[in-house]
């Protein structure tokens, strides 16, 4: 049986140095494969003593390739149990720090102590009653915990077992090329495998000066995708000036005038993402103008040091050309979520994105069935990309971290699909204005329990159609946060009302949203949000 003192123990800087070494070994050893297979029997040498050294050189090459198979068995069975071990660290790190927050610690077997209670809150009962649930939600996640260890000790005991003991599959790797490179189209832990696993020296030179393909891949860490994607943006500009240049010669046909449009509509794209990031302390960690229209995703913040990170995805009619109004409403959710954090939280460092990685419906496609907002074709495929993600910054990192994934209208659609995902390492989600999440039951979104909240405004129309797996509002598990008037230590919080205001400065909505992000969501404002359209959604469904 793993306990949390095996877990505190485990170092999965250890592993992956095995695993970098082994990639060395398999590399060597792909080499010699490479040279012994070219270094067969001349032409024109036949006889008996020609077949002997043919066989025994198809022998030794057998040998030679099966050491190669088990050489690569163990060191994927290596790299897995390193991301393993450093995804259950990172919760029990999450899971400590929420702990310490509220005046608990978890002891070596697992144990929720109670050493202090929560500072300036008065021990009154409904403060008892919010402790004991922290307390429950500790010890689930601290089972959770253990759960996941046994199952990643398990798994490398039986890999190298099986590599000790029986033959093994045999290996796609064959070259010395191919036994280094980059998984192709691979999942967010294996692009952070492949990175952990180069030579300090190669990685700090990529580092320096990252080629273009590192920029969208998730799991590779966020100052490396930033530096290689600033760095297309200019050569993005020119090839899309080229093509309208062409397209200008050719000459005015309607179709002509449309994929002018069309480029424009890029170039503006190219224009406020450089606007955005001249307003300093930027990533910009996707930058697509591919497809029907640009895609992007910019944080505000340092998503490879934060404490704390939120993810958001905005609605219907998104378009990264105008995408400035909403990095200001994540400075700003960034700015009141590290307010929080400092005062009242664990002081941890805060970082926000808005995520535009998909083609959100617009007002044109409306007709269109694949594309349209009343289908859920593009909020599924969102969803899935999303969740690849925020999969991404959790395997780049070294630390634990808290990951927020926030949805407004479509984009809350967006995020109930991609809650529904495997490995998203989502930690709270927050739905705000939601036509739905793609779901009835809130446990078909991987997130914890009761770490999944709804907003919705007084007169938000949009919020009371449910036309994506039901009304939220009435979804059982899932936390009701207000977004009308309020106050809370003396200050004073502005309701707001309708589907557009959710992010407005000094609102309620914003406040509990910014708890949420700074792991403090005990100090939300809590509020069922149902009215007529609410009670409206209930009767007809």
Known sequence: MVSIADVRRWRPEALEEVFRALGRRRSDLAGIDDEFGAARNPEGWDGAAAEQSAKRHATLGAQLQR????VTAVRDAVGRAAEDVRRVRRRLDAAEHRARAHGFEITEDGAIRDVRPSRDVPADHEVHQQRRRVRDELAAEIQAVLDDAERADAALAKALVAAE?????????RTTAAAGAIPEDGTPAQNARWWRSLP???RAKLAAN??????NRDGIPAAVRDRANRARIEE???????RKVELEGDGTTRGERERLADID????SLDAIEKILARGDRQLLLLDTGGERAKAAVAVGDVDTADHVAVYTPGFNTTVDGALHADTQMDQLRRQAQFESDRHGDGGTVATVTWMGTEFPLWREIADPDRSVVSSASAEEGGRKLARFCAGINASRDTALHLTAIGHSYGSTITGYAMQQDGHGVDDAVFSGSPGVGTNDVRDLRVPAGHTYRIEAENDWVADLGRFGGDPSHLDGMVGLSAKDASVGGRTLNGVQGHGSYFAP????QYNMSVVVAGVPDRAVKDDGLGI????SGIIS
């Open 506 to 509: 000094n609102s309620t909505s």
């Open 265 to 268: 509509a890029r170039l503006r």
């Open 533 to 536: 359209g609410d009670m409206i």
């Open 210 to 215: 990252p080629p273009a393909w590192l920029g």
């Open 200 to 202: 300090p020296a190669e």
């Open 236 to 242: 993005e500009r020119k090839a899309l000036h080229r």
């Open 67 to 70: 050491l190669g198979d088990e």
């Open 165 to 173: 003991s029986g033959p093994i599959a045999p290996a796609t790797v």
